[in-house]
């Protein structure tokens, strides 16, 4: 799950380069209410950061195998991953699951709720993250990484302040995200 605030172009890549990887069957791209690592006054409000993801995926060449879930808004809040992991488990019994995290992620892994029965009960895949060398953690036996996927790119942090700046996103969006964002006025935009 993630918050994806805004979902950028790389977050599709990244699904895209994790479907080749794995030959999974699909990849889900849980929206997630309220993180409890980020500050809740800098996400847009889940029903935009949601309806993003929608769009975003409609550009992807792979969009026939990548879903955007909102499974955790009615689940308990903050969202954990266990409880999400649980409960697709629960919901949809016929699937096996498996989590997909950033190597930024990944090196502090040991600080999330149940981060070991996680571990125990799921696969763990790792994708590189630019900035984020191979880890150093224990944990890192443990993961599933997926080394031919390019490592992500830029962040949300940043093209939040290009947009509140006035500049335009480029690439870094997809254009029926970037066109959403422009008509709800999201995250500072301002003509």
Not at 47 to 63: F, K
Not at 117 to 132: H, N, Q, T
Not at 143 to 163: C, Q, S
């Amino acid at each position: 799950s993630g918050s994806f605030n805004p979902v950028r172009a790389g977050h599709l890549a990244i699904a895209e380069a994790a479907l080749r990887a794995t030959g999974a069957e699909a990849l889900w791209l849980v929206v997630s209410p309220q993180n409890p690592f980020k500050d809740d006054g800098e996400l847009a409000p889940e029903r935009h950061r949601l309806a993003m993801a929608r769009l975003a995926v409609q550009d992807s060449p792979w969009r026939d195998r990548i879903a955007v879930s909102d499974i955790e808004f009615s689940l308990e809040r903050p969202s954990l991953t266990i409880r999400t992991l649980e409960t697709l488990r629960e919901k949809y019994p016929e699937r096996r699951f498996a989590l997909l995290i950033g190597s930024d992620n990944a090196e502090r892994f040991d600080r999330w709720v149940r981060y070991e029965e996680i571990l125990d009960r799921f696969p763990v895949l790792v994708y590189p993250r630019e900035g984020y060398p191979p880890l150093r953690t224990p944990l890192a036996p443990r993961f599933v990484f997926l080394h031919d996927a390019e490592p992500g790119v830029g962040a949300a942090t940043d093209i939040r302040r290009r947009i509140a700046g006035g500049e335009d996103p480029g690439d870094d969006l997809s254009p029926r995200v970037w066109r959403y964002i422009r008509e709800n006025r999201l995250y500072g935009y301002d003509e």
